[in-house]
């Protein structure tokens, strides 16, 4: 019930996009469906450590991602516990080390999931543990859309908005990492057949285009911070 149709997809049309720009100077490692754990990850970073202070680091992750009830942000692994995150989850904090850590000096994180799901149904009542947020949810389209969180009770006073801004904030003055997701707090990331992909991940994709109008400077050249604007 909490299958995907598109998070696959979305690493692979990743992958190609920045082949088509980059071509043989791109090296890279996917972890999809099954591969994707925490002992997978600690992996990688034995090959991220590998890396120069020259070279750029992109990482991108499309799934589910959800808080515990401590605030604690983590992304699904193939084996996640959605009771537990903790459990075999993986923790934002142990990503943002893994990248902290490796010598590369450019390093981009891209997130296409829920930052954290719509954590109160309405500001009285906080959600049942556990409960996942609607795999399909019919919006004013009529569009049935799958949404990538999963949502855990947080107390009523916490302000979402500023845990997930601290987080990325945090990340994008550590061992200079930048952070794009898909979404902030209080909010779902969504994926449906017309995009083909995550809507994320469908909106990143169009920056290769070589005609794309997000090229406001007319360099030739799609820098992070347009990419955020």
Same mark, same amino acid.
């Given at each position: 019930?909490?299958? &995907?149709?598109?998070?696959?997809?979305?690493?692979?049309?990743?992958?190609?996009?920045?082949?088509?720009?980059?071509?043989?100077?791109?090296?890279?490692?996917?972890?999809? @469906?099954?591969?994707?754990?925490?002992?997978?990850?600690?992996?990688?970073?034995?090959?991220?450590?590998?890396?120069?202070?020259? @070279?750029?680091?992109?990482?991108? +992750?499309?799934?589910?991602?959800?808080? @515990?009830?401590?605030?604690?942000?983590?992304?699904?692994?193939?084996?996640?516990?959605?009771?537990?995150?903790?459990?075999?989850?993986?923790?934002?904090?142990?990503?943002?080390?893994? &990248?902290?850590?490796?010598?590369?000096?450019?390093?981009?994180?891209?997130?296409?999931?829920?930052?954290?799901?719509?954590? @109160?149904?309405?500001?009285?009542?906080?959600?049942?543990?556990?409960?996942?947020?609607?795999?399909?949810?019919?919006?004013?389209?009529?569009?049935?859309?799958?949404?990538?969180?999963?949502?855990?009770?947080?107390?009523?006073?916490? #302000?979402?908005?500023?845990?997930? #801004?601290? &987080?990325?904030?945090?990340?994008?003055?550590?061992?200079?990492?930048?952070?794009?997701?898909?979404?902030?707090?209080?909010? +779902?990331?969504?994926?449906?057949?017309?995009?083909?992909?995550?809507?994320?991940?469908?909106?990143?994709?169009?920056?290769?285009?070589?005609?794309?109008?997000?090229?406001?400077?007319?360099?030739?050249?799609?820098?992070?911070?347009?990419?955020?604007?």
């Amino acid at each position: 019930s909490r299958n &995907l149709k598109y998070a696959v997809k979305d690493g692979k049309d990743l992958l190609t996009a920045f082949r088509s720009v980059e071509g043989a100077t791109v090296i890279a490692d996917s972890l999809f @469906d099954n591969s994707f754990t925490v002992a997978n990850i600690a992996k990688l970073k034995e090959k991220l450590m590998q890396t120069t202070i020259e @070279d750029k680091v992109i990482v991108s +992750f499309s799934g589910h991602g959800m808080l @515990d009830d401590s605030l604690r942000f983590y992304l699904a692994t193939y084996d996640m516990d959605f009771e537990n995150p903790g459990k075999k989850g993986l923790a934002f904090s142990a990503l943002e080390e893994m &990248l902290t850590a490796i010598p590369a000096r450019k390093k981009l994180l891209l997130i296409d999931a829920c930052n954290s799901g719509n954590i @109160d149904k309405d500001a009285n009542q906080p959600a049942a543990t556990g409960e996942i947020l609607a795999d399909e949810v019919r919006i004013q389209s009529d569009t049935i859309k799958s949404a990538r969180g999963v949502e855990l009770p947080v107390p009523t006073h916490t #302000n979402l908005q500023q845990v997930i #801004n601290q &987080l990325f904030v945090s990340s994008s003055n550590k061992g200079g990492i930048e952070v794009i997701a898909a979404t902030a707090g209080n909010a +779902f990331a969504y994926e449906a057949p017309q995009w083909n992909n995550g809507v994320f991940t469908y909106a990143l994709l169009q920056t290769f285009n070589r005609n794309s109008d997000l090229d406001k400077n007319f360099d030739e050249q799609i820098s992070i911070k347009e990419i955020k604007q």
